[in-house]
């Protein structure tokens, strides 16, 4: 019932796309949410092409479903990401980028290694800008959403101007934790969405305890809007707990821990306002790490297998849109 031109273009059951929550969007989560029908994202910021692979294959040994690699170009050097859009062009089914200005060159790159392309957009401009650039289909990011945000609109008025002004499909991204949600964004026109903290909580995501603990007694109150956490990437916003916020402020001295490379074993510093994703493999000062939350964080009420997470939303949202008389299939635009 759930069927959508997203669906249909990716070749997924339905209409999720796993959002690439930094460290925790590990080969396993994407694995594990490509096996539940939805579109599974591996984040390979930093990885050179031979881990790039070795990741992607790990996901497809496990699902033969969709799995999408993630580049978040804030943080990825302009010199090799040719080669690593290359690298995971030849395995994933999408190659997904955020936090630059749409760039057609890597949009080729990504399709002449047969993948299709997605852009996270914050502004119709940038929308725009995504579909000429080539993009397949775009996720409309509202400053609702957990993590980094380049926008200043809410996620209903910019999915109101995404979709008048582009053709492709388009996701809907920020604050959605609910079956509910998920069904008003497809009763309003959007063909799928992008969930990010709901997946944090899942059994399969490289999250650390404690911050899974804090974002189950949290409510979407509980989280902020800032730039806190920008020792290295100055004047890039991003939405997290406050308790996280008031814990980094309060913090005396420069190192609030240390994290430990799962596969080198190397032992990293981590600085006290570090862009950095919570995972298991950080030991210190978890508190005063980021929390990345978005306004969803209410529908994190435990920690559960990523299968079940999209069958809740997609059970939820499939009996709404029966009570609301919407007959299914596509969305309403195609
Ligand atoms: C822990 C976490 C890490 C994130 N890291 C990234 C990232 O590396 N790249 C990216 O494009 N988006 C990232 N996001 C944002 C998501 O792509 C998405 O826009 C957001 O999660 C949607 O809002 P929600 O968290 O309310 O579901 C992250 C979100 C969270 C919660």
Known sequence: MLKTRFTQLVGCTVP???APIGGCASPRLAAAVA??????????????PDLITVKLDQARRTSAGAIGAHFFL???DAASAHDCVAAAAERARVVD????DP????????????????WQVCSEEEARAAADAG????????????GHGRGRIGLLALLDAVLSA?????????????????AAVLAAGADGVRIGTRFVAAEEAEAHPRYVEALIAAQPTDTVRGDTFALDYPGAPHRALRSSVAAAEAFQGDVVGEFVDPT???????????????????????????????????????????????????????????????????????
Not at 97 to 100: E, L, Q, R, T
Not at 103 to 115: K, S
Not at 135 to 146: H, R
Not at 309 to 317: D, M, N, Q, R, S
């Open 103 to 118: 760039d057609p060159t890597l949009v080729e790159v990504a399709h002449a290694g047969g993948a299709l392309v997605s």
């Open 74 to 76: 804030l943080m990825v």
């Open 16 to 18: 999720i796309q796993q």
């Open 166 to 182: 582009v053709e492709v499909p388009v996701l809907a991204a920020g604050g959605i934790g609910s079956g509910r949600a998920l």
């Open 264 to 334: 080198s074993g190397d032992r990293v510093p981590v600085r006290r306002f570090q862009k950095l994703t919570v995972t298991r493999h950080v030991t210190g000062a978890i508190e005063a790490m980021p929390h990345w939350a978005g306004e969803s964080v209410g529908g994190v009420t435990r920690v559960q297998p990523a299968a079940e997470i999209v069958h809740e939303l997609t059970g939820e949202a499939e009996q709404l849109l029966r009570r609301w008389g919407h007959e299914g299939g596509p969305s309403a635009r195609s």
């Open 135 to 146: 993009c397949d289909f775009i996720i409309a990011q509202g400053i609702e959403a957990g």
């Open 35 to 48: 096996e539940a029908g939805g579109l599974g994202m591996v984040s390979m910021t930093g990885d050179p």
């Open 97 to 100: 980028f955020f936090y630059a």
